[in-house]
Nanobody, 122 residues
Framework: QVQFVETGGGLVQPGGSLRLSCVASGSYFENYSVGWFRQAPGKEREGTSCIRAEDGKSFYADSMQGRFTISRDNAKSTVYLQMNSLKPEDTAVYYC???????????????WGQGTQVTVSS
């Protein structure tokens, strides 16, 4: 089982950028696909992106395509989320988790971390 600690959130102006980090503890991180999720106030948690362990492919929700980039460094047991062109509607707590994912689906399993708050506001 892998657990995560998310960092890198903060307050950013619309149009700005942030890079989130998700550091894993536990064994065999390199064998797990990992996804980033977010939860805005009053809304359900949604998947934003994932990166697969077996082939390194990444997948994105439609609203993040072209703005978010997920990457991983297995040597550091870390997954990153580079977020560009941020919008107020990107405001949420961002979490990572182990997932099963592919085109059109990002399904989490395993424990959630504490998340990191991203606020996009002028």
């Amino acid at each position: 089982q892998v657990q995560f600690v998310e960092t890198g959130g903060g307050l950013v102006q619309p149009g700005g950028s942030l890079r989130l980090s998700c550091v894993a503890s536990g064994s065999y991180f390199e064998n797990y696909s990992v996804g980033w999720f977010r939860q805005a106030p009053g809304k359900e948690r949604e998947g934003t992106s994932c990166i697969r362990a077996e082939d390194g492919k990444s997948f994105y929700a439609d609203s993040m395509q072209g703005r978010f980039t997920i990457s991983r460094d297995n040597a550091k047991s870390t997954v990153y989320l580079q977020m560009n062109s941020l919008k107020p509607e990107d405001t949420a707590v961002y979490y990572c988790a182990t997932v099963v994912c592919g085109l059109g689906y990002i399904s989490p399993f395993g424990p959630w971390g504490q998340g990191t708050q991203v606020t996009v506001s002028s």
